[in-house]
């Protein structure tokens, strides 16, 4: 993020996470999700208490909202590697309001 020095106005320099339309890597962050363990996956996420980038509800079908986690072992819509640094974004779970806010 970046500071105008006019108005003090935050810009978001983030090519990768787009909160406005819940995609990271223009990727829906919604739907079926396999979790890997290699530097191979959509993305690496790190799951924190507070101030996640995303709120995370898993869920048993129809994961079709900002945040609802489907997830499966096969036919996923974009996998997830676990992280401890660097993430690509960051999670937080929970059982309602999942989503970006």
């Known amino acids: ?3 105008t020095p006019a108005d003090s106005t935050i810009i978001d320099t983030d090519p990768i996470f787009d909160k406005e339309n819940c995609t990271c890597k223009e ?3 919604y739907g079926k999700v396999r979790v890997i363990d290699n530097p191979y996956a959509d993305f690496d996420v790190k799951i924190v208490e507070v101030f996640p980038d995303i709120n995370v ?3 048993e079908v129809a994961a079709s909202e900002c945040g609802q986690w489907q997830f499966v072992e096969y036919g996923e819509d974009f996998t997830i590697r676990y992280v401890d640094v660097f993430p690509d ?3 937080r779970f929970v059982t309602v309001f999942p989503g970006i806010y």
């Open 27 to 29: 990727i829906p962050l």
């Open 89 to 91: 974004f960051s999670i």
């Open 57 to 59: 509800q898993k869920v």
């Open 1 to 3: 993020m970046l500071f």
